[in-house]
């Protein structure tokens, strides 16, 4: 079985955002931390050996507002990636992450910067369980609802690599559920994330 460690952490920030009209979802204030920043901790916080940021849509201003807090660049296993084929979707996004590794990596999970709730508890729940598995795909699921992160063996790398438009690798899991660890967990961070400020408001 292909080695699964070490394994490397995408958050994926690059999107546009369109259902979001507050400007920048990922500088949301949420009790005084943008949202970005829960996800970015709760990364650095787990077991994932390294880090990387893809953000594309006003990244200028995202760059400026993460280096008020300058210890994240201070991280050496925190890096940020530019990914300017954002309006090419979330799959611009995968690959641009996924291209930054170098190839270094057994395993990459990816991480959705407008889940502020997933901490570093479920990151290394989901580590822990997928290393012990003979699966190649690990996601996590509340109420029978499949949520993320979603972690991925390097057997999908070249399939991560190809996808397109704004599915991720939504298409990739559908059409290998025989290949996935499914684990069940009572919190329901892994299914909820921030589209809208109604959201906001719900959580």
Known sequence: MTPKKPTAGIILAAGMSERFKDGPKQLLR????????????AS???????IFLVIGHHHKKILKALAENIKYFKNDRFEIVINRQYRQGMSSSVRAGLASTGNKFGSVMFLLGDQPMVDSLLIDLILKRFYKSDKNICVPVHKGKRGNPAIFSREYFNLLQRVKGDSGGR???MANPDDILKIDTDSPACVYNI???DDVMAS
């Open 195 to 197: 589209n809208t400020m």
């Open 171 to 173: 298409d990739i899991i």
């Open 44 to 50: 650095l916080d787990s077991k994932l050996n390294r």
């Open 30 to 41: 949420l009790k005084g931390s943008y949202m970005i920043e829960y996800v970015i901790r």
